[in-house]
Structure formats: C-alpha cells, structure tokens
C-alpha cells in the first residue's frame, strides 16, 4: 500500500501500543508486581524529581492488557503488524535489547555452527558477537578502502561476485549498509546477486531507519528486498535508547526460527514504555516521515555547505558518491575533518565540547560525525558550525601531533586463523602486548564507537594492528571488549 494512500494514512496514525500502557497506567490497578518501585512510589526523590511521575507510571513489563514480547497476540502483534506495512515488511518485530540483539538473531537464525557466511570485515561488533554465538565461519569481505578519507566504505558488487564464485557453500551474506559515517551501498544490486547465488541477505542497516520514508535518502534494504534487515530506531529516528525494528521479507528465511532466536537474545522482562516508544515513532515516520526528513536534510544540507567553505576543514559530500563502495550518501551525516591542522578526530571532538559546547556522535583518527535529526533546528546546527570556528580561531599548539606519525593511517585486516567462536572459547594465556605479534586473538578489540573491531577472535596480530592500537592508545580512544583496557597485555590462543 502506498505511503500516501487515504487507508494507510489513517490506519498509520494509530498507535495501539502506547495508547494500551497509558489506559493502563491511567486505570491506577494497585501493583504487586514488578518492577519493584511500584510506577515510581519506592524510587529515590532524587531521581524522580528529574524524570517525573508519570514516566515512572509507564515504567511497567508485561502486565495484562500490555501484551508479550517473547508471542506477542495483542496489542503488540498489532503495533508490530503496522510497522511492517510501514517499512514495506511482511513483518516488523520491536526489539529493546538495540540492534545489537537484531543482528545476533539475523546471523543465528540463518546459520548452524560450521555454515559459511559471507561478512564484511568492517561490520559492528555485534556481527562477530553473532558469529561466536551461532558457530558459524565467516569468509571476511574487503570492504573499498578510500586512501584519500582513511575510511572503509561498503562491499562492491565485484568484491561479492568474487566472494560468491570462492565460496559457492557459503549459506548467507552479511551486508553493512550504511557505514557509520553515512555511506551506502548499492544494495539493490547487491541483494540481487545474492538471491541469484541461492543465499540469504541479511543487512546491517542500523544507520539507515529513516531510509524508507524521503526518496532524497539511499534505497532502504527491505525495499531492495533484502531478507532480514535491522534498523536502529533510537539512533536516528525518536524512539527511546536501546529500541530498534527486526524486519524480516519473503520466504527465504524460516520465521519460526527467527523468533526463536530473537527470543534467545531479548530479555524477559522489556520495558513496556520502550516498546511504546517504537510504536510512537512509527506513527510519526509513517505519517509525517517525508515531512520531518525533509527538514532535517535541508538543515543538513545548509550546514554541510556553511563548513565546507571554512579553510582548513574537509566536510564529505556527494562528490564521494561513484567511487568504489560508495553508491549512495546520507545527506543528515555530517563528516568532518581538521586534519590538514594536524588534530585528530579524538582531538576535535575534545575542543568541540570543551570550547564549543557541543557534543559530537563519533570520533576516530581523522574525522568527527555529527548526526542531523528531526529533532535538530538552526540553533543547535549553528552552534556547531560556531564551535569549529573557535578551534580555527585557536592557536595551532592545540595538537598532539599524532597524525605526523607514519602509523597514522588504517591497518591492513590482519588474517583470519580460526573461527571466531573456536578462538573464544580455546584455552588463552596473557602475554605483553608488544609480544603478540604472530599470536591468535581470543579477544575482540575495538574502539567504540564506530565498534568495528581492529582484531577480532580468531585474527593474528600482525605488527600493523598493533602500531595502529598503540597509536589509538596514545591518540586517547576508548578501547573496548579486552580484559585489560590499558593494553598492557592481550589474551591470545594458548596452543
Ligand atoms: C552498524 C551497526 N550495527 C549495529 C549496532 C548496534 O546497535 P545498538 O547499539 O543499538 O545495539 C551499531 C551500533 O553502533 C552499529 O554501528
């Protein structure tokens, strides 16, 4: 049914979910059940001074009359049902345990532990999450490497062909599209290839939730029919912290199993005003989508040419659409770069809060992103804009210097020894980092965000990954999912 039709317009504009917890909320049943601060009345003054009395009334699980997660018959089966007409699904599920859970249970439901799956090296965290839980063995994709921005971009359809033809037993393809920093890929093609080949597409499209509703934005991945597709609502679009949508199209895949797994992965106890959130939010992309998108594009648009004309600052644009992994852009992601000042992303995102009072999404070695919103207006975007004024305005000693270092560029993939979940769970030892080269990884190493891991169980260290975790040491970033933070030492495969 099409968006702008009279029946779905109306039919959008409900909201069975939400309106089910406030009428509960608003029936004041006296509560023996959890949670255990009885709709606010036991939580701390402190606390519901900030966030108020009748947030607190919708903090409920699963009481009747709200539905369940784990078979949703009700009013969530309702809310669900409207989300896949929204996004062009057969069916929607609500996740709360964010896209994270999505992408486990997509991987789990597709492979059995020793399947071949085909996965970008440059996916989340969550993908090799997935790989450890189910057992499968991936064959990492190359993603296109853009020397000039030192940023991966997506998976080409060459790069798939030759992976398909390598590896004809392989049962599914992991697409990540968009990247983080907005890039996406030419998922129609893509997803065609992989049909073509007999195997299922699952795609990462965490970044892309607001896709399906402004034709301005890159084709989403359940209109160039992928099989199962994860969107991370509360990154982009208005739904509470952790919530995000499972879409899952046609027959390829089999549904039962993919609740199974989504069951595995959700907690039992989802807090009703999550879901309620994703229910609203629907509501509003569906109904008002084109219009919201519409305005925070312009917005974006107008910032991105405002701090393209500043000297010193490269801002990506359009221009990269064409090249090799880069078919389509996000226009709401705005990438920035002070490199030709010599300040790192780490560094900029430091100044940007400290002197400009704003708070950017991602930084890395090279850039800054901030993300546009429906929810952003002039004001917020032009203090932005202000804020990298102020740091040209600053004098150059600012710098630590760190992008003058020869190591101060992406590492090759280190090469793949064992399956993620046989590194994980083989016998490790500890050793000093600096003698890990040659040694198999049992732990996966990020910086977060973007979360894609520098080494992942089951990879070698190689010199190059450990220059590059040093040099992201000393640069300042937040390195997750080791035992030792500092990276004074590393466990590896004890053989
Ligand atoms: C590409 C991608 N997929 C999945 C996730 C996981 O999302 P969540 O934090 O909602 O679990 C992220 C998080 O940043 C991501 O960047």
Redesign the pocket.
Known sequence: MKISSKIFQEEQQKTPYLDALIAYAEGKIVPFHVPGHKQGRGIHPKLKEWIGESYLSLDLTEVPGLDNLSQPKEVLREAMNLAAKAYGADYSYFLV?????G?HSMIMAACNPGDKILVPRN??K??FAGLIFSGAVPVYMKPEFDFSLQMDHTITAETLAENLEQHPDSKAVLL?SP??YGVAADLQKLVQMIHDSGKIALV?E??GPHFHFHPKLPISAVDAEADLV?N?T??LLSSLT?T?LLHLKGNRIDRARVESCLRLFTTTSPNCLLLASIDACRMQMATQGETLLGKAISLAETTRAEIRQLSGVQCIGREIVGNPGAADLDPTRVVISLRSLGLTGYEVDDLLRTVGRVQIELSDLFHVVALITISDSEKEVDQLVKGIKQILKMPPQKSKGLLEKKEAKLPDWPPLKLSPREAFVSRHETIPFEKASGKISTELITTY???IPAIAPGEEFTKDILDYLWLEQEAGSRITGVADSTLQTVRVVKL
């Open positions: 345990n964010g896209s994270s859970s992408v996916a989340h969550s993908a990540v990247t983080y990462d965490a970044w994860v991370s509360h990154k952790q995000s965000p973007p979360g």
